[in-house]
């Protein structure tokens, strides 16, 4: 569409034209898309209401000192987010997350706020990141949080509610398990093993990370002196003597799917490895606090269970952790078979608003992609069934007629069926091929005739599509759904019904 | 909150505390408020789906060379927008508005699209200008453009369109006008009247955007050579001689509200003072079309009216232009009258497409800010009845009966009603004190004795806040709606949906 030549080129001639594009990683969306990310956030919501969070919403920006990232000898701050000076010449950056929006107006408000504060928030977050290929530098997520709570039940009733809003959006009950850990079992562990350093503590971090990609033998070596791998990289392992290994390989296979007993099972498996140590025995009471109040809640053992090998990210959490692991298995436009993983995750953290106040301020969360949703439940084939409906489409041959067009269109509207007139300038073949476009279910054609005798024609497209895919059986639908029909006007409503319903 | 200490000032220090506050002009948004937003946007979205207009949205970022205000020797370019430099060197900025975006998007989509190409959008915007109260530097808003269509149908439609739309976020037929005008008629009672340059066009626009504030006689002299108002400053006039300046406010008057006779009515004096110039015509033309598609739409002469003193911005519009102005007469706070004025507007613009491809292709839209409407509907008192609702709140008096909480809490929620535990850790009076702050309609009891005989006992902190403000009557509610009450826990979910519902 755009003029190649040199005028385009330079911004201060009076014909300057712009390329029609958009900056790397946005993405513009369509209804389609739109429509599921709405059906999502829809469900959700309604549940973390129900749960008696309230909503909130900050603004995109936050002065760059409470991101957290503070660099201050950098001239452009914070790598990572987009940041720009405001007229007083202070940084502001837009949020890349949702929590810490959250712990700045909860420290900011911490006076006035009913405690615990219980929110709910989604909205865009930026990341000034390289895009690719479903990579984007803006997307959706959606959080709740209880900040104010040290309960372990506060704990519970995030997860119940993850449970439940991912079951709401439309994952049925098996396509998605809630996997809970705690921090502080590996770090009584550990403690007890004698390996007490950060350093080597986030070593074994990192090692169990891999426990899906590198197998028992893979993390083995990686708790151990280190690993070789397949093409001749060293990585220095953790350097754990060989009994501290065996605790941790026990401990991150003790509650693994198909372990069975459910999290009580998964409880008892645990205290084997973890019991003796202050911080691990703090940590499977937090668990056992947990499991009992997901029981009250009714969360069935396969809805949540207790996985330690479960690490959801290296700081930022100080006891619980969750994670929301699709089970379904998804199938890419090519068919292919698609493993999505982890579609959510959160946990404890203490720390956020005590960066602000000084004073630490327990808190809970639970945080997913709504994007990736979406499309974890398209490629799952759940994705809702309106989510590509286009409008009924009244075909206009003749502006003299364009008084009974409108009256047909608002006759479809006021039943609630999306409808409109074309109203472009092109004959009735272009007008045809602009309903199949918008995905139409029916194409309405108003002639002299039919308004003469007080009927209107219908064509069924969605009919048409599906004949072409096969969906339909041809010899079938002849009996129950013709092409095409001439009706009196009284009957279309009760007609397009027929088509949309069928 | 924070810390006053020096070491509170240098983020080099590891015991740096950034203050708590959010950039200037971004506000933090409550439940209240979201709710209201909410309410509006989708009873909208619903209306403009009805219409066969699609969703779509686009990224918060646009180059900053498609958002129309280039600036190539700047080093920071577009005042007035948040613009940043991309790794790449290239500028983007924050859209700050939903059109622009619009126009890239359906210039570098323009092969593929199904045209017209009839979209709405709400979301975001940002204006980097002085804050003040009431005014923000990011606001969301909603628009819906029809793109491709020089039919004046298609304005209509976008009429009718936000006329339903607005009835349907909550505005009462009678509470809102739309007025329409359309830009061809003054330029061609001017063209006749020998006034040609832009400039003098341009005086006149701004003359005739005064008539609200100045009144007929203030424009006559802004019309002519000029007006001194009362600090002495004096506005150089349009210059215009006596008859056109008569035929210039005989037509700006033609169709105020009061005038009587609706839209056709208005077309007929509007054609007495403009008739003979080639594009007075044509807007006659457009205009007459537009009022008998109305008519076929269902648009009353009391919902959409012809105003020819709607002026909507200087430049930009190159056809019809439409306002929509709120008649509901509203109080602040204090319980003074305001007067909101335009709650939204738009028209139809040529120009946007063309920047980017050099082809000119005809659009019209109508935009509102969400929020503007939103305090709109609360000044008038029609804020939605559950705007401000909080949980049911389970009192939590001993850890050993958590289980009983969270089987009555699930019980509550499962009936729909949003409901909750309260899972901090101080005695009964803060839990009262937090369920009056959340709003709750009732505060639920659970002590031993209950447990033990299976009841609950139900406060009811809506009567509390009723008989506090004088609503309810002390003698009246004590028959009906007992202040606390000690019922079996299977009547629970039918105690409290009658005080939800009283």
């Not at 971090?205 to 083995?220: I, N, Q, Y």
């Not at 206009?396 to 409109?420: K, S, T």
Request: net charge negative; charged share 25%.
């Amino acid at each position: 569409m755009t003029d190649a030549s040199d005028d385009t080129k330079n911004p201060k001639t009076e014909d300057f034209r712009p390329e029609a594009r958009a900056p790397r990683g946005f993405a513009d969306k369509r209804a389609r898309d739109l429509r599921a990310e709405k059906s999502i956030l829809e469900a959700v919501s309604a549940v973390y209401e129900r749960y008696g969070f309230e909503a909130l919403d900050t603004g995109a920006f936050e002065y760059a000192d409470a991101l957290g990232k503070f660099l201050p000898d950098s001239d452009r701050p914070n790598e990572g987010v987009f940041a720009l000076q405001d007229d007083d010449d202070q940084w502001m950056a837009l949020r890349y997350d949702l929590t810490a929006p959250l712990a700045r107006f909860a420290a900011q408000n911490w006076e006035t706020l009913p405690k615990p504060f219980r929110r709910y928030a989604f909205g865009p977050v930026w990341r000034n990141e390289k895009p690719g290929p479903g990579r984007f530098r803006q997307f959706i997520q959606c959080d709740a949080d209880t900040v104010g709570s040290a309960r372990p039940e506060a704990d519970a009733e995030i997860i119940a509610m993850a449970v439940e809003g991912l079951e709401a959006a439309g994952l049925p009950r098996g396509a998605s398990v809630l996997k809970i850990n705690n921090r502080k079992l590996l770090n009584g562990l550990l403690t007890g093993a004698g390996a007490t350093s950060e350093g080597q503590k986030l070593a074994v971090l990192r090692a169990v990370d891999k426990l899906d990609r590198l197998g028992v033998d893979g993390v083995r070596l990686l708790l151990g002196e280190g690993r070789l791998d397949d093409s001749g990289d060293f990585t220095k392992g953790a350097g754990l003597a060989g009994k501290a290994i065996d605790s941790v390989l026990d401990f991150v296979q003790a509650g693994a799917i198909g372990v069975g007993g459910g999290r009580s099972a998964t409880l008892n498996n645990i205290a084997k490895v973890v019991a003796g140590s202050a911080e691990g025995d703090e940590g499977l009471e937090e668990l056992a606090k947990i499991d009992a109040a997901l029981t009250s809640l009714g969360v069935a053992d396969d809805q949540a269970i207790i996985d330690p090998s479960i690490v959801r990210g290296l700081e930022y959490y100080t006891g619980a952790v969750f994670e929301a692991e699709l089970l379904l298995s998804t199938t890419d436009e090519k068919g292919n078979k698609v493993t999505f993983g982890s579609i959510g995750g959160g946990g404890r953290y203490d720390d956020l608003v005590a960066r602000f106040t000084g004073q630490p301020v327990p808190a809970t969360g639970f945080s997913f992609g709504v994007s990736r949703l979406a499309a974890a439940l398209r490629a799952a084939g759940r994705e809702p069934a309106s989510a590509a409906r286009g409008p009924v489409v009244i075909i206009n041959f003749d502006q003299a007629h364009m008084g009974e067009y409108f009256a047909v269109v608002g006759q479809l509207r006021a039943a609630g069926i999306p409808a409109e007139v074309y109203l472009g300038t092109s004959g009735m073949r272009p007008q045809m091929k602009y309903a199949d476009r918008r995905l139409s279910p029916a194409a309405i054609m108003l002639g002299g005739d039919e308004i003469a005798a007080g009927t209107v024609t219908i064509k069924d497209l969605d009919l048409g599509r599906e004949l072409a895919s096969g969906v339909a059986d041809n010899a079938a639908w002849k009996a129950e759904r013709p092409g095409q029909q001439t009706i009196p006007r009284g009957d279309l409503v009760a007609a397009v019904k027929k088509i949309i319903g069928g």
